[in-house]
């Protein structure tokens, strides 16, 4: 029964900012992997920013710098800043858990942001 929520999209200017977060319910996120994913209207899945369980961390070149990835394990919470916001942000962003035993992969259904000019 594990359920994944995003929550924290919107619509902001460039250069603004906005964080996102991923509500994880029905497991522990000590024993997953974690990402955030971004998907354009007639584009492929990018993957934006990643968690291992051992605390690696990596971005895309795209973000390096603006973006951060962060969780709360007490609570379960998978955050994401997001800083001098771009209009090629533009995207539905997703969270992702990938359990490191099994690699059964667990999707939030999305969140808009949307970055004007």
């Known amino acids: 029964q594990v359920q994944l929520m995003e929550s924290g999209g919107g619509l902001v200017q460039a250069g603004g900012s906005l964080r996102l977060a991923c509500a994880i319910s029905?497991?522990?996120?000590?024993?997953?992997?974690l990402a955030w994913h971004r998907q354009a209207p007639g584009k492929q899945r990018e993957l934006v920013a990643s968690?291992?369980?051992?605390?690696?961390?990596n971005y895309a070149d795209s973000v390096k710098g603006r973006f951060t990835i962060s969780a709360d394990n007490d609570n379960n919470i998978l955050y994401l800043q997001m800083s001098s916001l771009k209009p090629e942000d533009t995207s539905v962003y997703y969270c992702?858990?990938?359990?490191?035993?099994?690699?059964?992969?667990?999707w939030g259904r999305g969140t808009q942001v949307t970055v004007s000019s």
């Open positions: 029905g497991t522990i996120v000590e024993n997953h992997n």
């Open positions: 968690m291992t369980s051992r605390g690696t961390i």
């Open positions: 992702n858990a990938r359990a490191t035993i099994s690699q059964r992969d667990y």
